[in-house]
Nanobody
Framework: QVQLVESGGGLVQAGGSLRLSCTAS????????MGWYRQVPGKQREVVAT????????FYADSVKGRFTISRDNAKNTIYLQMNSLKPDDTAVYYC????????????????WGKGTLVTVSS
């Protein structure tokens, strides 16, 4: 079992920045991929970015490319999501997830989830 705890959400004006953090309760030796997903009430959960725990290969949703950066610190069992140039459309609950290599954009394939942190971007 892995517990994931997110932090760093909050209220920010459009154009601003936030950094989310996700810390796992144990080391990530058998976790292939960690990532960030987001969900707006009434809409499907969607992938934002993922990173492998070995090699640091990354994936970004088209909507955040060039604005968000995912990174990891294996020594701290932590991943980060640096979010710049935030837009009102980025408003959502952001979830940290961990799982295998066959993750899906809707979250299937991820085995562990945090409780989420709310990001609100005002216009």
């Amino acid at each position: 079992q892995v517990q994931l705890v997110e932090s760093g959400g909050g209220l920010v004006q459009a154009g601003g920045s936030l950094r989310l953090s996700c810390t796992a309760s144990r080391n990530l030796f058998n976790i292939h991929t960690m990532g960030w997903y987001r969900q707006v009430p009434g809409k499907q959960r969607e992938v934002v970015a993922t990173i492998t725990t070995v090699g640091a290969s990354t994936f970004y949703a088209d909507s955040v490319k060039g604005r968000f950066t995912i990174s990891r610190d294996n020594a701290k069992n932590t991943i980060y999501l640096q979010m710049n140039s935030l837009k009102p459309d980025d408003t959502a609950v952001y979830y940290c997830a961990a799982g295998g290599r066959w993750w899906q954009p809707n979250g299937n394939g991820m085995d562990y989830w945090g409780k989420g942190t709310l990001v609100t971007v005002s216009s």
